[in-house]
């Protein structure tokens, strides 16, 4: 079954540090990834995917389908950063996305 | 670019009560749309989707139904309110990458 975790709930790292939101996910087809994110009292909107392979507010996620993995990364976290991150699968058709439980990254100063 | 509203922002309702949630899309035709709840350490878990006037698929058995009577109209219903429906919930279209575009959400509460 198709199926996208995201093991933390929560990460907490400093100013400056690098960040790692782990996704991983289960798809017997081709998968098609994003990352969504939620800043407080804003909408949830796209964030990146993996198609596009750009960096979007200096994060980057490269798809591995060798360890079904698409993990986000930042190499310098800014508070501005903090905010509710999911993971998403698209998957073949394009009719529906399968979402991750989220992980909450807090940046403290 | 694609523009989703939602109303109500919020939304207090007794048990057994009736539930009538809008979301419409500006910028865009013939939209794929979708309802989901958003729960805290569980995700979005999507309950409808319509590809087109009338079409509805649901996802999960549940007390809720949906509504495609324009084709930038969508409509969560409910018959009779559970304490169960409370949650936050979220309409969202298609975009032409197939991402999605997500509105404000309705935060309903049951009582």
């Known amino acids: 079954a198709q199926r996208v975790t995201q093991p933390e709930k929560l990460l907490s790292v400093f100013k400056g540090a690098p960040v790692e939101l782990k996704c991983n996910y289960s798809y017997s087809g081709s998968p098609e990834l994003f990352w969504y994110v939620q800043y407080s009292r804003q909408r949830l909107q796209l964030l990146l995917r993996?198609?596009s392979r750009e960096s979007i507010k200096g994060f980057t996620a490269d798809l591995n389908k060798g360890e079904t993995s698409f993990h986000l990364k930042k190499p310098f976290a800014q508070e501005e950063d903090s905010a509710m991150y999911y993971c998403?699968?698209?998957?073949?058709?394009?009719?529906?996305?399968?979402f991750g439980a989220g992980t909450r990254l807090f940046v403290k100063a | 670019s694609q523009t989703i509203h939602q109303w109500p922002a919020t939304l207090v309702q007794p048990v057994g009560s009736p539930l009538s949630l809008e979301c419409t899309v500006e910028?865009?035709?013939?939209?794929?749309l979708y309802w989901y709840r958003q729960a805290a350490g569980r995700g979005l878990q999507l309950l409808f989707y319509s590809v087109g006037i009338g079409q509805i698929s649901s996802e999960v058995p549940q007390n809720l139904s949906a509504s495609r009577p324009q084709d930038r109209q969508f409509i969560l219903s409910s018959k009779k309110l559970l304490l169960s429906d409370s949650g936050f919930y979220l309409c969202?279209?298609?975009?032409?990458?197939?991402?999605?575009?997500f509105g404000p959400g309705t935060r309903l509460t049951v009582t």
């Open positions: 993996h198609i």
């Open positions: 998403a699968l698209l998957l073949t058709g394009g009719f529906k996305t399968i």
């Open positions: 969202a279209c298609t975009g032409t990458g197939y991402e999605q575009y």
């Open positions: 910028g865009t035709s013939n939209p794929n």
